[in-house]
């Protein structure tokens, strides 16, 4: 599969927990965003890289949301002391330089937490 | 910054018939108008998108129009197969369509449901 791919598709955690998602964009793509959708909802952007550089944040993204992209190719974005409300699915995309802005959607990460 | 609704909600039509989903948008910034089907426990997949410099686009029974001056952009599907049967998310982005990498997020209507019944 050449896709994009995230890991783990299903997370359950306990409220105050820390939490970690990977991504892993379509190769040589540049680009990555994450994204966070709720049940019925439309997903929210909440960051986004070009290679390593951090470019845009969301003030969705509070300070207990931390997203990397070390060597410009996969992402991590994790989660301390999750809340309730932190509960959703997020998605992760990637584009390649001069494509248009065509982002590419993983399959997701769907958090629970209890 | 950009806001998007979409219309309807959600949307029955039987096989065969077309259906039509709406969205409106704010930002007149915005020129990249993205359509991606959602089918349950699915990632988004990418359908169709227009640009600003064109009215109009067609892949076989999908179409999608855009009317720049009105902020509103509409997807059109023709001869509805029960396949077809998932949530719709409209979306727009002030991405250049010359191609020169500038690169921005998607922001989403809320989607509509569209089951499609035999």
């Given at each position: 599969d050449t896709g994009v791919s995230q890991d783990p598709r299903h997370k359950i955690t306990k409220r105050g927990q820390n939490v970690t998602f990977r991504c892993d964009p379509i190769s040589e793509h540049n680009r990555l965003y994450w994204y966070r959708q709720t049940l019925g909802q439309g997903p929210e952007f909440l960051t986004y890289f070009q290679n390593e550089a951090q470019l845009e944040k969301s003030r969705?993204?509070?300070?207990?949301f931390s997203a990397e992209r070390p060597k410009g190719s996969f992402s991590t974005l994790e989660i301390q002391r999750t809340e309730q409300g932190d509960s959703a699915m997020y998605l992760c995309a990637s584009s390649p330089y001069g494509g248009g802005n065509i982002q590419y959607f993983g399959a997701g990460t769907r958090l629970s937490v209890l | 910054g950009e806001n998007v609704e979409q219309h309807p909600s959600t949307l029955s039509v039987q096989e065969g018939d077309s259906a039509v989903i709406k969205c409106t948008y704010s930002d007149s910034a915005s020129n990249y108008f993205p359509w991606y089907k959602q089918e349950l426990g699915k990632r988004p997949q990418l359908i169709i998108d227009i640009r600003s410099n064109v009215g109009e686009k067609k892949d076989q029974r999908i179409a999608v129009t855009l009317n720049k001056t009105a902020k509103h952009f509409s997807l059109h599907i023709t001869e509805t197969q029960p396949e077809d049967s998932a949530v719709y998310f409209c979306a727009a982005s002030p991405a250049n369509y010359i191609n020169t990498g500038t690169a921005s997020k998607l922001t989403f209507g809320t989607g509509t449901r569209l089951q499609v019944t035999l």
């Amino acid at each position: 599969d050449t896709g994009v791919s995230q890991d783990p598709r299903h997370k359950i955690t306990k409220r105050g927990q820390n939490v970690t998602f990977r991504c892993d964009p379509i190769s040589e793509h540049n680009r990555l965003y994450w994204y966070r959708q709720t049940l019925g909802q439309g997903p929210e952007f909440l960051t986004y890289f070009q290679n390593e550089a951090q470019l845009e944040k969301s003030r969705l993204l509070s300070d207990r949301f931390s997203a990397e992209r070390p060597k410009g190719s996969f992402s991590t974005l994790e989660i301390q002391r999750t809340e309730q409300g932190d509960s959703a699915m997020y998605l992760c995309a990637s584009s390649p330089y001069g494509g248009g802005n065509i982002q590419y959607f993983g399959a997701g990460t769907r958090l629970s937490v209890l | 910054g950009e806001n998007v609704e979409q219309h309807p909600s959600t949307l029955s039509v039987q096989e065969g018939d077309s259906a039509v989903i709406k969205c409106t948008y704010s930002d007149s910034a915005s020129n990249y108008f993205p359509w991606y089907k959602q089918e349950l426990g699915k990632r988004p997949q990418l359908i169709i998108d227009i640009r600003s410099n064109v009215g109009e686009k067609k892949d076989q029974r999908i179409a999608v129009t855009l009317n720049k001056t009105a902020k509103h952009f509409s997807l059109h599907i023709t001869e509805t197969q029960p396949e077809d049967s998932a949530v719709y998310f409209c979306a727009a982005s002030p991405a250049n369509y010359i191609n020169t990498g500038t690169a921005s997020k998607l922001t989403f209507g809320t989607g509509t449901r569209l089951q499609v019944t035999l």
